[in-house]
């Protein structure tokens, strides 16, 4: 179903959503201009079943496709194994090395009936008059669908806002001079939204909303799940950050840091490759939306309007297959040989790094413990040799050139310091390597140095514990016969250390610390090192690529399961656009509804919650308002009306608030207390408590107060509360579960009940609830032989659940009339036993006071 509230973004989208039916299951041909598209049935309306298999169909989003393109020009033919096709102008191939390639393999044995379209840029720059014919041709012989950008447009959106702005600022770096990233740039955020906002006309073209599976790729595509939930509210989406996602105190900086958030919570699945990732996001949406997430069976999720968002964390894997083929090469074995009579059969042993020439992979910081480990063990001089192989930089920029410079200087002051002739300490190769040139230093290493100031993941160490696994040839070359060693010194900041338990782990900023574990790697003992190699191996060859994609997808599919369950409708402008979706029985009261069934029924009930419910949310006097109190009176003086106001407040603070009126019924802390009108006596609801547990309860929560600021005590005459409004919301979190845990230990042979609410930890005696005081009045009511006919109940928490509970199931019982109109009503769009939601406060004191004028009117008339 499509969105009809969908609505310009940054004004960069005009016109209304356009209709969708279904599509046929094959990929429609389809015009290089935008919104343009044929095989659509337009008659069909009925939706899918939501059993489908995401193995059906899957369109993989990111920056790049996983293509090669070569100018003819400038080469005529292709040495590659690939698949190729042509065009006048070009040629193009598969990229083997490209994760969105390899992924497919998760897919499985069922890779052949699986439908797999990619949605992305090329690599190099189309002319506007090729572009039909490429589009067409890489459509039709690998399932892509290119997404070409103005040049200008391009720089500004990755040259710009995504390196410049989103890469640094995730690696934890803050903009605090315009060399260090620069200032925020509104009119690269613009150019950002915009290619965004093209990434999701080329998927429009193609996508069959009902059933299709949408992953998307990287911080390069963070707003694109707004456009696509904008269009279909029910699209099946999934998001995998390949970067770090920073902490909280680092992404708070950012202008756009809740558009941000809120596009990606419009993705059902968000993939982190690491906890802490995990852990820094969930906390910038408590911290900055005031969402609260939960585990449910193993799964985190995210409640956000009615959706659940959930969480996965796991690691990407290598492609073993294509590992193992490059090793199987000739070209490799000749490349071994070559590096064995270089280093090997010199008396020198190897220490390999491999990164791109990036300022946060810490590769000055690498020469640095490297020189100094040659200073404090003059012993490895001449026999130890550092090969560092530098990848050309993604981006561009003064720090990039002025880290290259600093890298060619540290190098030749470390070899003109420690060189002698025929050997150098370090070697820098900052030419570009083929894949199997680059295996082959893998397996000839001793020990592989990854030492990041900062990285998302970082696959190297992976590919250098397959490699030097080797294989037959390898083995006969090398001569280990079949004792496979390795050894990794890897930084505590990126993604794979957490995998890598056999691995040294360093600060890379203690550079002393680094040259220590250089010397440390050298010198653990064989049998040892092959004890680390194999604990290794064994993890990465079974969470390899195939294992990350096929668990994300069925995650994904798991978590779409309920999309077809639910009612969803689009809310919010631009980028705060968000889909509520709900029970099919859950929908808004509607004021017409409830004072039609109000004017024509005689006996009716009304329970209403105050706190959130009656007074609005944060707000600081908490007492009713002179509108509330006229309301309540105006209620109460109707004689077919029995109306209650049910709160945890203590009988003494309601009683003061309430005092004007006269005939309204009171339920104290939960329900212990009841009031049936001013003029009569207090009573218990159930047998008076013995309340000597407070001796023991109260020491406890004393003593996380006086460690929690922010956080108090109310102590009323049957409970204990200790609330923690006012505290920073992860520490306040943090030690409410805590103090939870203490208190369920300390009062276990206690007749009392430690529940834990919305910023708050609750002791109080069993068996109270609010569902008591629905429960009674309904019972009062049926005794004196006039059941209800209309019954209204209004609450905000889950503790007002227990009187929506007795109400609901009260319908099939004697203490409601047959064929009684029942409204439970709860505050916001989420999930409830309750039939019925209104907005908030101002909505429920328009439907209160619309219920008193009925009643007015009808008083008057008499």
Not at 471 to 487: G, P, R, T, Y
Not at 570 to 588: E, H, P, T, Y
Request: net charge negative; glycine share 6%.
């Amino acid at each position: 179903m499509v969105s009809r509230s969908y609505s310009n973004l940054l004004e960069l989208a005009s016109g209304d959503s356009p209709t969708f039916g279904r599509m046929n299951r094959q990929i429609p041909r389809i015009m290089a201009v935008a919104g343009i598209m044929s095989n659509i049935d337009n008659d069909s309306k009925e939706s899918t079943s939501s059993d489908l298999s995401p193995k059906d169909r899957i369109i993989i989003v990111a920056n790049e496709l996983p293509i090669r393109a070569q100018r003819k020009l400038e080469s005529s033919t292709s040495t590659s194994t690939t698949h190729c096709c042509s065009s006048k102008g070009w040629t193009f191939s598969l990229d083997e090395n490209s994760l969105l390639l390899q992924l497919k393999d998760g897919l499985g044995s069922e890779e052949a009936t699986t439908e797999v379209i990619y949605v992305g840029c090329l690599k190099e720059d189309i002319h506007p008059s090729e572009q039909e014919e490429v589009y067409q041709l890489l459509l039709e012989n690998f399932k892509c669908v290119p997404t070409f950008l103005p040049l200008d447009l391009y720089t500004r959106y990755y040259h710009g806002f995504c390196k410049q702005q989103l890469w640094p600022l995730f690696h934890y770096m803050l903009p605090l001079s315009p060399d260090l990233g620069g200032r925020f740039d509104r009119s690269l955020w613009q150019a950002y939204v915009s290619v965004n906002k093209i990434f999701a006309d080329r998927i429009m073209e193609v996508i069959n909303p009902e059933d299709d599976f949408v992953w998307i790729h990287d911080y390069h595509l963070m707003v694109l799940p707004t456009f696509l939930r904008k269009r279909f509210n029910r699209v099946k989406l999934g998001f995998f950050l390949h970067s770090p996602f920073p902490s909280s105190e680092i992404y708070r900086t950012l202008p756009i840091r809740e558009e941000l958030l809120r596009a990606l919570l419009n993705a059902d699945l968000i993939g982190f490759h690491t906890f802490d990732y995990a852990r820094h996001f969930l906390s910038c949406c408590s911290r900055m939306l005031g969402l609260t997430y939960e585990s449910k069976r193993g799964y985190i999720g995210l409640e956000y309007y009615g959706r659940t968002v959930s969480i996965k964390i796991l690691p990407v894997g290598i492609h073993m297959g294509q590992l193992r083929s490059v090793l199987s090469l000739p070209e490799t074995e000749n490349k071994v040989k070559e590096l064995i009579e270089e280093y090997s059969k010199k008396g020198r042993r190897m220490l390999l790094g491999v990164d791109d020439m990036d300022i946060f992979k810490g590769i000055t910081l690498k020469l640095l413990a490297m020189e100094q480990m040659l200073t404090q063990h003059p012993e490895w001089q001449g026999k130890v040799v550092l090969v560092q192989i530098a990848n050309p930089a993604r981006g561009k920029g003064k720090d990039v050139k002025e880290m290259k410079a600093e890298t060619y200087s540290t190098v030749k002051r470390i070899n003109n310091t420690f060189g002698r002739p025929g050997y150098d300490p370090i070697v820098l190769i900052d030419a570009p390597l083929r894949f199997y040139e680059r295996v082959a230093y893998y397996v000839v290493a001793e020990c592989c140095l990854v030492t990041a100031v900062r990285d998302g993941m970082n696959l190297i160490p992976y590919e250098y514990i397959v490699s030097r696994q080797g294989n037959e040839k390898l083995d006969k070359i090398l001569k280990v016969e079949n004792h496979h060693k390795s050894m990794l010194v890897v930084s505590e900041f990126i993604g794979c250390s957490p995998s890598l338990s056999g691995a040294i782990r360093v600060n890379p900023w203690n550079v002393d610390a680094v040259a220590d574990a250089m010397d440390s790697a050298l010198e653990v003992a064989e049998p040892e090192k092959q004890l680390r190699h194999e604990k290794h191996y064994k993890y990465v060859s079974t969470h390899d690529v195939g294992y990350w994609a096929r668990s994300f997808l069925q995650d994904l599919e798991r978590s779409c399961g309920e999309h077809g369950r639910r009612r969803c409708w689009g809310i919010g402008f631009g980028l705060s656009f968000r889909v509520v979706a709900l029970d099919q029985s859950f929908r808004k009261l509607s004021m017409e509804h409830i004072v039609s069934a109000y004017k024509r029924t005689k006996t009716r009930a009304i329970l209403l919650d105050y706190d959130d419910t009656l007074m609005p949310q944060g707000s600081i006097d908490k007492r009713p308002s002179s509108k509330s109190i006229e309301i309540l009176n105006t209620l109460c003086r109707d004689k077919s009306n029995l109306v209650f106001i049910v709160s945890a407040k203590s009988r003494e603070t309601l009683s003061d608030w309430f005092s004007p009126c006269e005939k309204l019924g009171i339920a104290a802390e939960h329900g212990y207390f009841l009031r049936l009108r001013k003029d009569v006596q207090w009573e218990n609801c159930v047998a008076a408590a013995d309340c000597s547990w407070k001796q023991i309860a109260e020491p406890v929560m004393e003593l996380y107060t006086e460690t929690t600021d922010g956080s108090t005590i109310e102590d009323k005459e049957t409970a204990l509360v200790w609330s923690y409004e006012d505290a920073d919301p992860d520490f306040g979190s943090c030690q409410a579960k805590e103090l939870l845990d203490h208190l369920e230990s300390v009062l276990a042979n206690e007749p009392v009940t430690v529940k834990r609410g919305q910023n708050y930890v609750e002791v109080k005696p069993q068996g109270v609830s609010k569902g008591l005081i629905a429960r009674r009045m309904l019972s009062m009511m049926q005794e004196k032989g006039t059941p209800p006919e209309f019954v209204l109940c209004i609450g905000d928490d889950r503790s007002d659940e227990d009187m929506f509970e007795v109400i609901c199931s009260s319908t099939e019982g004697p203490s409601i009339a047959p064929r009684a109109e029942v409204f439970a009503c709860t505050v916001g769009q989420k999930p409830s036993k309750a039939k019925y939601y209104l907005d908030d406060t101002t909505e429920i004191v328009r439907l209160m006071h619309g219920l008193a004028s009925v009643s007015e009117q009808t008083m008057s008339a008499v």
